[in-house]
């Protein structure tokens, strides 16, 4: 979420099985906990992006307001209809070498790409996509970490579809690009997840699983990962978790129903442990990929 991160985008452009877990039934939104909850203003906005059926970039402006509210849109038409899987964050670079880019990587059928769009230099418009990584055919998550520490490392993360996440570090000093691979296994239950922290020695995630279940996923530079349960039931209908910062110590989270066209927000405390329901997010979310677009001067998640 800095330009830290753009420059790990282009260096590299669970939950557990046995997890034991109450299978829940359809519900239409999660339960949440109302007092002491984390607090969010009119003053806290995300912006949730997405590719559309047709290759178009997509957006949806979400204000924390009472009530919530969106303004949804499209950008630009960058892919070939129904080629794109799943997305990284793309992150918004106003004043970057290249001129005013907006930068992102994409799986595209069974290719990585490092994406990008927006006017150059001279003021027109531009896009293009460079391949990263081939062979990722079953792929269901990507995301890249680089917390804004003018340099050292960056993490991305791919979670294959038989639960194994494969980790990358990467030095960003390394002129060649090289990574430490680490797979993590038994991931198979994650429905989806994502990424709520990004520090110099651990990433965490909250994903959700299959059966209802919502939980942390606390990863360390060295170490075994650490889930944490914070909810045992009714978050199994979304396909979709995208998070966005809101102060210093709370999240913006949209919940995406695909089924149903529906998502919903809310502002999650510090620690995950704090959950407040904010309200029906207004316009309809059936594109096949969402992920979160932010800005370069945005500070790094930090809802850990």
Known sequence: MSPTRSS??????????????TPAGAASAPATTATSAATATAACTMTVGSVTAGGDIGYSNVSAGSPVTARQGTAVHLFTPGVAKTSSTWTHNPKSASGDITVGTVLLNTTL???????????????????????????R???????????GTAASYRLRGDGV?????????DPYGSAVVTPLSGFA?????????????????????RSGGLYTIHIPRTGKPVVTKVRSSTWQTFEHLVAERCGTQSTLL???????????????GHGATVIKGLGKIPGTYKDPVYYLRTTSTVPPLYGE
């Open 141 to 151: 998550m990507i995301e890249n970490s680089a917390p804004w520490t003018g340099g």
């Open 189 to 209: 239950a994650v429905k989806s997840m994502a990424l709520i922290s990004e520090t110099k020695t651990y990433d965490t995630f909250l994903a959700n699983t």
């Open 8 to 21: 790990a985008i282009a260096a590299s452009a669970l939950l557990l099985s046995t997890l034991a877990t």
């Open 254 to 268: 949209t919940a995406i129903d695909k089924e149903t066209g529906n998502a919903y927000l809310y502002a999650v």
């Open 113 to 139: 790409y490092s994406s990008w769009y927006g006017t150059d230099l001279q003021g027109k418009p531009t896009s293009g996509m460079n391949g990263v990584g081939r062979n990722h055919g079953g792929y």
């Open 165 to 173: 996440l494969y980790r990358w570090i990467y030095n960003l000093g």
